[in-house]
């Protein structure tokens, strides 16, 4: 059986940005983890990863859930070092 960080360690993500995608989707990280494989397969998945830690960052601000935004903008700030948005 695999370990939630045999997961991570497979992924091209973090656990931070794999957490994003679960909370975004409201599924299990082990789904988002499979998930991000295919998100970071197109220019449009590397978009769409993007606009979902943002519309999370963005919930997060509107429930006073300030802490959580804090995580989602470091989450953020790596996620466009190692994936940024494509560029046409």
């Known amino acids: 059986m695999l370990s939630f960080q045999d997961v991570i360690d497979y992924c091209d993500l973090d656990e931070g940005e794999i957490e994003a995608i679960a909370e975004h989707e409201h599924i299990p990280v082990t789904v988002?983890?499979?998930m991000s494989e295919n998100l970071l397969c197109t220019p449009d998945g590397v978009c769409r990863l993007h606009s979902m830690i943002i519309e999370n960052m963005q919930r997060a601000i509107e429930a006073g859930r300030y802490e959580h935004v804090?995580?989602?903008a470091q989450?953020?700030?790596h996620l466009q070092r190692t994936h940024p948005i494509?560029?046409?």
């Open 32 to 34: 988002a983890a499979e």
């Open 86 to 88: 494509p560029s046409n």
């Open 70 to 72: 804090k995580d989602l």
């Open 75 to 77: 989450t953020y700030e």
